[in-house]
């Protein structure tokens, strides 16, 4: 098995420098200097594989570092000014085993996940399924094991934990996590079903696991599984099973059916980008009946010239593809504020002092919320697919890149603000029902702060489009710069959460950061868009 793993983790230190080489050549400047025949210099592979492969042992314990601290430590000293801060360490050990064990536990199998260095070994290089499962799976729990040990004594002790109690949930979270992955595998065997595919079943889990995991911070008599987890006999309980786990997997006999319903999306593989490519086009596919006479009837455009001429009859053609997302959004959040009303209503009812909702607590939430139910990314790429992907090849579209993008962004804009009338509405039906107080200042800086993000996140997609235009024919997303600007935004989002600020001053600070966004959006598009705005 030691040369089974000698050749796993030659594969990934390669793999790792490949993608290393790969992304430096994207960078301006730097990127004009790495020439592609750095691939085939295997002395210089061979002298920084040993400096990869420290980087990948070290990346475990850094990785459960941040980890434990953005989405646990973080979340838990961010409610110091609650009533029931006083127990901080059973909020981080309820957090952490509702997210490691629960939603974890469902969402990955290592051993049925699609993997580029599972089809790698087992399908190109012939390596045994069952040997390739047993060497994967063993580094895999080790280092999860060793990783998650100095992580959980820095958090614990700090809390004012005891080590044993961290060194026990190190234990208990990598026994839990082999026992799931023989799960996983009984019952693929058992049914056919490969859990881990199953989106629905598993972002179902993912929604319903983080709220069940925060809702203590902000409830204080929901129960947590603390006491329970750290019992002495659940641990060694958990512990007995996770390490009967490790024995029926060692046993286990039929790893080739598991590797290849893993790998089966992989079989047309050296033609990967083809395939691909059909997938993100299908996404953006119209409808037909868009091209109707009927349709078409149904919005003259006549009375536009231009540009706008142009766009509207886009937006005429493709209504189905524009306004899908946008009426789904509206339907989501009608639904669930209805739903979410009459359970505010029932609960205040038959426990009035359980829940007391307030239009304050709701702001930090509004950028997380807004981020995923306003529409953009999925509108640029259809505008690149069915129109920009012809039209910038040509001079004259990008030199008026400005103009275009005045007119996409009205157009948007205007979507994006009735998603934001609809959500205003939702939280504030579900205030009332709770029993909160709406006919006061937070209700006006409520609507303003959501109508104030919606318009943020429009600008942001668009703009981010026009400068750094991430699209290439296949629609693949290749501009690494695209991926930095839209990860520190969602970055600040998650902090918003847990940095919460006054009502008055967190609208003040999101129409600032509107209007200064929106004044260097329009000065950059009308002095570089002529330039960015092109087929990659």
Request: proline share 4%.
């Amino acid at each position: 098995m030691l040369r089974i793993l000698s050749t796993l983790l030659a594969i990934r230190t390669s793999s790792a420098i490949n993608l290393f080489f790969y992304y430096l050549q994207k960078l301006p400047l730097v990127g004009k200097a790495i020439k592609s025949t750095v691939y085939a210099k295997t002395d210089l592979k061979r002298s920084v594989s040993a400096l990869v492969f420290a980087v990948l042992l070290l990346w475990s314990p850094v990785s459960k570092l941040l980890y434990l601290y953005v989405l646990v430590y973080l979340p838990v000293t961010a409610a110091n000014e609650m009533s029931h801060a006083d127990e901080p360490l059973q909020l981080f050990i309820h957090i952490f085993a509702v997210i490691s064990f629960l939603v974890a536990g469902v969402s990955s199998a290592n051993v049925l996940e699609p993997k580029r260095e599972k089809y790698v070994a087992v399908r190109l290089m012939r390596m045994s399924p069952q040997l390739y499962m047993h060497a994967a799976l063993s580094y895999r729990y080790i280092v999860f094991l060793v990783g998650y040990i100095p992580a959980l004594l820095v958090f614990v002790l700090l809390l004012e934990g005891t080590v044993l109690q961290a060194v026990m949930l190190a234990v208990s979270v990598a026994a839990w996590r082999v026992l799931c992955e023989y799960v996983h595998l009984k019952l693929f065997e058992k049914t056919g079903i490969v859990l881990v595919k199953q989106l629905a079943v598993v972002w179902l889990v993912i929604g319903a696991g983080y709220i069940a995991a925060y809702l203590p911070l902000f409830l204080e008599k929901f129960p947590t599984v603390e006491p329970v987890l750290m019992h002495w006999g659940v641990q060694l309980l958990i512990a007995a099973l996770g390490a009967w786990a490790a024995v029926q997997l060692a046993r286990y006999r039929h790893f080739r059916e598991a590797v290849e319903a893993a790998t089966k999306r992989d079989d047309p593989y050296l033609n990967v980008r083809g395939m691909v490519a059909d997938a993100q086009k299908t996404s953006v596919q119209a409808k037909e009946s868009d091209y109707s006479e009927e349709a078409l009837r149904q919005e003259p455009v006549n009375s536009k010239e231009g540009y706008a001429y142009l766009n509207e009859i886009f937006f005429t053609r493709h209504r189905s593809l524009v306004s899908r997302p946008f009426r789904k959004r509206l339907a989501i959040i009608a639904a669930a504020g209805i739903v979410g009303s009459i359970a505010m209503f029932v609960m205040g009812r038959i426990q009035p002092e359980f829940l007391q909702l307030e239009l304050k607590m709701l702001f930090a939430f509004l950028p997380i919320a807004l981020s995923f139910l306003t529409v953009g990314e999925t509108t640029c790429k259809a505008m690149f697919y069915h129109c920009d992907i012809s039209l910038t090849r040509y001079s004259f579209y990008r030199s008026a890149a400005y103009e275009h993008f005045l007119i996409r962004l009205r157009k948007m804009i205007g979507q994006n603000l009735w998603i934001a009338a609809a959500l205003g509405g939702a939280l504030t039906l579900a205030t009332f029902a709770a029993g909160g107080n709406i006919l006061q200042w937070d209700a006006v800086l409520l609507w303003l702060s959501i109508a104030a993000i919606a318009v943020f996140f429009t600008l942001h997609h668009l703009f981010l489009y026009y400068i750094f235009q991430p699209y290439s024919t296949d629609l693949n997303m290749k501009n690494p710069l695209y991926f930095v600007v839209a990860m520190a935004v969602s970055a600040v989002c998650g902090f918003a959460v847990f940095f919460p600020i006054p009502p008055a001053v967190f609208t003040s600070v999101v129409i600032a950061i509107v209007i200064v966004y929106f004044a260097v959006a329009i000065a950059a598009v009308r002095k570089y868009a002529h330039k960015t705005f092109r087929v990659r």
